[in-house]
């Protein structure tokens, strides 16, 4: 099966974010929106880990952004603003009006 990465749709901020609160395997709760991860137990080798996941899966952000603001709503923030656009089909060219004259006056 060939892999096409433009035609996959890059997974949604709250699907990439369960990922993080698997990890922290939690029998509690879940963190709130505006809970420190760290607090949670999230240490930077788990947070290696799943920055280089969301990588993967084409969610351009970095080790240091995670690092910098460890809560659920700055991330969730980072994911929305990283994922990338759909593709957009390529533009169709229509011919231009001096190379519609010269292939009549031929």
């Known amino acids: 099966m060939t892999h ?18 698997d990890a922290l395997r939690s029998d509690e709760t879940p963190p709130g929106e505006d ?9 930077s080798i788990t947070l290696m880990r799943i920055a280089g996941g969301w990588r993967k899966q084409g969610v351009r952000v970095s080790f240091a952004e995670l690092a910098k603001e460890p809560t659920l709503r ?12 759909p593709p957009t089909p390529p533009l ?9 004259n010269r292939s009549r006056s031929r």
């Open 35 to 43: 809970d420190s991860l760290i607090a949670w137990g999230l240490d």
């Open 4 to 21: 096409h990465p433009s035609t996959q749709h890059p997974p949604a901020p709250d699907e990439l974010l369960r990922a993080v609160t």
């Open 74 to 85: 700055a991330w969730r923030s980072l994911l929305t603003a990283a994922r990338p656009a």
């Open 92 to 100: 169709r060219r229509s011919p231009s009006p001096t190379r519609a």
